[in-house]
């Protein structure tokens, strides 16, 4: 695997790539990479010649009182780690390169970022967009594969692709697990053993959600009863959202209609950690 610094290299790779008939694949990550990552990497591989992983916490996305700082890091392991998932390049530009002095270009997307992770992060979407407008630019790829753990996120990078006119193929991969049903995070490793193994409450309440949906429940404030119900059985557990809404646009309405569509999304502190999940189900027709 070769690592590539500069934007105007990894370009120039890309393009030799395509002159050679390659299909080029990237997955772009922030590192400390987990085996969601790494399934992302071992997806883009099935689907293309050549992948690419992209490795850059984005300051850009990070409020000034968000974990920035703190962000897990560790280039050596990465490196060995998204080599051994089949990765061909790693493109990991410093700060710098990708916002040198006097760069002033950001992406706002509208519409689907109103709420949710927007409301708690108010600028976080902007810094994604555009990040990740940066990256794919950069690495010019046919597919860019991304992980539904971020459902919203996936959302706000399809609109920039179809709104930028990107002639690029975006893959969803579903969200991997640890055996106990807890989203793999690379902020997992902040919970304490305790939070850790009360963190499951956040698959449970999605399960039990999922279930009275397939039973037919439609009316979205039961459904999101019944999340909060489970999630509040972490006694000190703190909830930014628990809601259902329909999985294209994140309307809310006051029942869900049959054969539509629905994601239950949840943002929950345990102690510090902040931690999101979700989960698609499709209401019955009868
Ligand atoms: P991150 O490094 O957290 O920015 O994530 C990089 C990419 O990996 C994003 O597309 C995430 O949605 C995806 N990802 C992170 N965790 C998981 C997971 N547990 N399963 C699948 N994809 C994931």
């Given at each position: 695997?070769?690592?590539?610094?500069?934007?105007?290299?990894?370009?120039?790779?890309?393009?030799?790539?395509?002159?050679?008939?390659?299909?080029?694949?990237?997955?772009?990550?922030?590192?400390?990479?987990?085996?969601?990552?790494?399934?992302?990497?071992?997806?883009?591989?099935?689907?293309?010649?050549?992948?690419?992983?992209?490795?850059?916490?984005?300051?850009?996305?990070?409020?000034?009182?968000?974990?920035?700082?703190?962000?897990?890091?560790?280039?050596?392991?990465?490196?060995?780690?998204?080599?051994?998932?089949?990765?061909?390049?790693?493109?990991?530009?410093?700060?710098?390169?990708?916002?040198?002095?006097?760069?002033?270009?950001?992406?706002?997307?509208?519409?689907?970022?109103?709420k949710f992770?927007?409301?708690?992060?108010?600028?976080?979407?902007?810094?994604?967009?555009?990040?990740?407008?940066?990256?794919?630019?950069?690495?010019?790829?046919?597919?860019?594969?991304?992980?539904?753990?971020?459902?919203?996120?996936?959302?706000?990078?399809?609109?920039?692709?179809?709104?930028?006119?990107?002639?690029?193929?975006?893959?969803?991969?579903?969200?991997?697990?640890?055996?106990?049903?807890?989203?793999?995070?690379?902020?997992?490793?902040?919970?304490?053993?305790?939070?850790?193994?009360?963190?499951?409450?956040?698959?449970?309440?999605?399960?039990?959600a999922?279930?009275i949906v397939?039973?037919g429940e439609k009316r979205r404030k039961i459904v999101n009863a019944v999340m909060h119900?489970?999630?509040?059985?972490?006694?000190?557990?703190?909830?930014?959202y628990a809601a259902a809404a329909d999985s294209e646009y994140l309307f809310e309405p006051e029942e869900f209609l049959p054969s539509q569509q629905i994601v239950l999304l949840?943002?929950?502190?345990?102690?510090?950690?902040?931690?999101?999940?979700?989960?698609?189900v499709?209401v019955p027709?009868?």
């Amino acid at each position: 695997m070769l690592l590539v610094e500069k934007i105007s290299e990894m370009q120039a790779i890309s393009a030799s790539l395509k002159r050679e008939n390659k299909k080029i694949a990237v997955v772009p990550t922030m590192g400390y990479l987990h085996d969601g990552h790494l399934n992302l990497i071992k997806k883009a591989k099935s689907s293309s010649d050549i992948v690419i992983t992209t490795l850059f916490v984005n300051p850009l996305q990070f409020a000034p009182n968000e974990d920035f700082d703190k962000y897990p890091r560790d280039m050596e392991r990465d490196i060995k780690l998204a080599e051994e998932a089949g990765s061909d390049y790693l493109f990991c530009p410093s700060a710098s390169e990708m916002y040198p002095q006097n760069y002033g270009t950001l992406i706002a997307i509208t519409g689907i970022t109103s709420k949710f992770e927007s409301a708690m992060r108010p600028t976080h979407f902007n810094g994604v967009a555009t990040v990740v407008a940066k990256l794919l630019n950069a690495t010019q790829p046919h597919f860019a594969i991304f992980g539904q753990k971020d459902f919203q996120q996936t959302l706000v990078i399809k609109q920039l692709i179809r709104d930028l006119n990107m002639n690029i193929q975006m893959i969803i991969a579903p969200t991997t697990r640890e055996e106990d049903g807890l989203a793999m995070s690379s902020r997992n490793v902040y919970l304490s053993e305790q939070e850790r193994k009360d963190a499951t409450i956040i698959y449970k309440a999605l399960g039990e959600a999922i279930s009275i949906v397939q039973k037919g429940e439609k009316r979205r404030k039961i459904v999101n009863a019944v999340m909060h119900k489970e999630l509040r059985s972490v006694p000190y557990i703190r909830i930014d959202y628990a809601a259902a809404a329909d999985s294209e646009y994140l309307f809310e309405p006051e029942e869900f209609l049959p054969s539509q569509q629905i994601v239950l999304l949840i943002a929950a502190y345990l102690g510090k950690t902040r931690l999101i999940d979700n989960a698609l189900v499709t209401v019955p027709t009868i």
